[in-house]
């Protein structure tokens, strides 16, 4: 058996593992060569994703829950009939019963088609409403996201620029993210057949244009700026400034990062 | 190398075996993983370009303001300068494109999404509600949208 194993085959083999090493620059060049010219030429040119870092701020108290900003999503982006990637809730408190001593009675909250098509009269008489309000609802844009966490394959991603994105070619459409995301902000396309959500209009934001819904809000409830470049009279700092800002559901430890003011105690 | 010539022949084939599926793993990553893959992140840098790379529906306010400033002056000095073109005329970006497509005529239902009357709706808003504030079903008999605040 000895007889087999020569300095000379040994030799040979370890020739062998070195040529390979060797040959592995050219091969990576005629590999990237291929792929570069199958590589998208659409996308706009100069975007730094580490010179951003995105964020969007909500005012409850300026939402008049027109729907038009779901609207305008739902067009932008071609989301599927009954999927939203963001939407509205409307929140209605009744007053408590006499004599119970609390300070407030039920909560009840809706959102029919996201409030796509605005919202229909309260069912509740308008005597017995403590308060009423409405709260857009998208993508929190988590710093710690726990789809991402949950992606068995590198499908979404937290951007350098602090979107929170999904790789469609590389998404098994497993539904993991879908279920890990504790704000209900993802849902399972059924047109592509990948997990699908809000990327912050990534496609209009590369390109010096606001998301959908902020171009479109008519009461300027969205607010949408870059932390990074903020220009002359920012709005985003201005509101970060001029307000009390939180955020959703901190006790879980995402790092949420979209800032909400007027929140009542009620919205999750 | 007598030493190694000395090992047993079982030994060196698992060597040797072990050193082969090492590379046909490294081999099938090197070709399988996207160029991109890892440049940022777990996850093909390349994607950010992907996502990116889908066409604008809205074409924003700017766009508006290149041919019609006169129009953007005017609603700037009245209530609803915050309002984008887009808002109530609807999605521009084919008139962008083709200036002869133009916009459809707004009626009644624009005007009433915003300012029909809820008790949902914040305080500061102007709220009608639409049942009893008109018979007719022409708001800009009144008023001039591009100016709530002045009358025809």
Same mark, same amino acid.
């Given at each position: 058996m000895s007889e087999s194993i020569t300095r000379r085959g040994v030799l040979k083999n370890l020739a062998a593992i070195v040529g390979g090493i060797l040959a592995l620059p050219a091969a990576r060049t005629c590999k990237a060569a291929v792929q570069k010219g199958l590589a998208s030429s659409h996308a706009p040119a100069?975007?730094?994703?580490?010179k951003h870092k995105w964020l969007m701020a909500l005012d409850v108290d300026r939402c008049?829950? =027109?729907?038009l900003c779901v609207e305008a999503c739902c067009e932008e982006n071609e989301v599927p009939e009954g999927h939203f990637r963001t939407w509205i809730e409307r929140y209605v408190v009744t007053k408590p019963k006499a004599g119970s001593g609390e300070t407030r009675g039920e909560t009840m909250v809706d959102s029919p088609e996201g409030g796509k098509k605005g919202f229909p009269e309260l069912l509740v008489p308008k005597e017995e409403v403590l308060k009423s309000f409405f709260v857009p609802k998208l993508c929190n844009l988590c710093e710690k996201s726990p789809c991402t966490q949950v992606c068995p394959v590198g499908a979404t991603f937290d951007a350098p620029d602090g979107a929170v994105l999904i790789d469609k070619s590389y =998404?098994?459409? =497993?539904?993991f993210c879908v279920q890990a995301c504790p704000y209900g902000c993802r849902f399972f396309n059924p047109v592509t057949r990948t997990a699908d959500k809000c990327t912050l209009c990534y496609h209009r934001i590369t390109r010096g244009l606001k998301p959908a819904c902020v171009e479109i809000c008519p009461s300027q409830a969205r607010i949408f700026g870059d932390l990074k470049n903020p220009v002359p009279d920012d709005p985003l700092q201005k509101f970060i400034s001029a307000n009390k800002v939180e955020t959703l559901k901190q006790y879980l430890g995402t790092g949420p990062r979209v800032a909400y003011a007027g929140l009542d105690e009620e919205v999750r | 190398m007598p030493r190694m010539l000395q090992l047993p022949p079982q030994i060196i084939r698992l060597v040797l075996l072990t050193i082969g599926i090492v590379c046909a793993f490294f081999t099938a990553r090197f070709f399988l993983t996207p160029p991109s893959f890892g440049q940022y992140g777990h996850y093909r840098a390349n994607a950010l370009q992907d996502i990116a790379a889908r066409q604008p529906f809205w074409a924003g306010k700017a766009s508006c303001l290149e041919c019609h400033p006169s129009h953007a002056q005017k609603l700037a000095q009245g209530e609803h300068k915050g309002l984008s073109c887009e808002t109530c005329h609807g999605p521009g970006q084919a008139h962008v494109v083709n200036p002869a497509e133009k916009l459809p005529k707004l009626n009644i239902s624009m005007c009433v999404r915003c300012h029909q009357a809820s008790p949902s709706r914040p305080k500061w808003l102007h709220q009608i509600n639409v049942h009893n504030h008109y018979t007719g079903s022409v708001c800009t008999e009144c008023h001039v949208p591009h100016q709530p605040n002045e009358v025809p």
């Open positions: 100069g975007y730094d994703p580490f008049i829950g =027109c729907g =998404c098994i459409g =497993c539904g | -």
